[in-house]
């Protein structure tokens, strides 16, 4: 089936029953202007990429129960949810680090939250060791590493699909185990020691 000649009614109407090529034409044909629109509000490429891949991943985990009246729409107002998303952990994210940071200048704390950092290192040290070789390589390469997903696929040898769903799927696995300590570890990230 020839998926770029078909209305975006007909790929909703082929992805709310499960057609993968449908899924591929709507990605295809939405990631750019998506991605065009992201980067007006984020100016991250990495932001960007993180949030499409979420856009697209809850498109298709939602797709049979999801009421999709216009695609277009449905995807730019998933796109603007997801940013303002985005935005609010970054100020909780803030908000945290500026509560530990007060806390940081008691001096009977400071070990306390190197334990509590040792802990998270730990954690995700065993989840990600827990993810499937290829899986840790990618995640290592783009967020270690700080790799583009284009570079890891030349370095792979994959396709960048491939790559985006490796760096989905890690992300997601580090979420779920690691959800209890996302301000702690925004904190880490935001701050410099």
């Given at each position: 089936m020839?998926y770029q000649l078909?209305?975006?009614?007909?790929?909703?109407?082929?992805?709310?029953?499960?057609?993968?090529?449908?899924?591929?034409?709507?990605?295809?044909?939405y990631?750019?202007p998506?991605a065009?629109?992201?980067?007006s509000k984020?100016r991250?490429?990495?932001?960007?990429e993180e949030?499409?891949?979420?856009?697209f991943?809850?498109?298709?985990?939602?797709?049979?129960?999801?009421k999709?009246?216009s695609?277009?729409a449905?995807?730019?107002?998933?796109?603007?949810?997801q940013?303002i998303d985005h935005?609010?952990?970054?100020?909780?994210?803030?908000?945290?680090?500026?509560q530990?940071l007060?806390?940081?200048?008691e001096p009977?704390?400071a070990?306390?939250i190197e334990?509590h950092?040792?802990?998270?290192?730990?954690?995700?040290e065993?989840?990600l060791?827990?993810?499937?070789?290829?899986?840790?390589?990618v995640?290592s390469l783009?967020r270690?590493?700080?790799k583009?997903?284009?570079?890891?696929?030349?370095?792979l040898?994959?396709?960048?699909r491939?790559?985006?769903?490796?760096?989905?799927q890690s992300?997601?696995?580090?979420?779920?185990?690691?959800k209890?300590?996302?301000?702690?570890?925004?904190?880490?990230?935001l701050v410099?020691?």
């Amino acid at each position: 089936m020839e998926y770029q000649l078909l209305t975006d009614d007909l790929l909703t109407k082929l992805l709310q029953v499960g057609d993968e090529g449908a899924f591929r034409e709507i990605y295809k044909r939405y990631w750019k202007p998506l991605a065009k629109t992201a980067m007006s509000k984020l100016r991250s490429e990495a932001d960007v990429e993180e949030i499409l891949q979420e856009v697209f991943m809850r498109l298709w985990e939602k797709r049979a129960t999801s009421k999709i009246d216009s695609l277009k729409a449905y995807l730019f107002a998933a796109l603007k949810y997801q940013i303002i998303d985005h935005y609010k952990a970054q100020l909780l994210a803030e908000r945290y680090a500026n509560q530990v940071l007060a806390k940081q200048t008691e001096p009977d704390n400071a070990p306390d939250i190197e334990v509590h950092f040792q802990q998270i290192i730990q954690i995700f040290e065993n989840v990600l060791q827990q993810l499937p070789e290829k899986t840790r390589s990618v995640f290592s390469l783009s967020r270690l590493e700080n790799k583009t997903v284009r570079e890891i696929s030349d370095l792979l040898q994959i396709p960048e699909r491939t790559v985006e769903y490796h760096i989905t799927q890690s992300l997601k696995t580090l979420r779920l185990h690691l959800k209890d300590y996302l301000p702690t570890l925004w904190f880490f990230f935001l701050v410099d020691f």
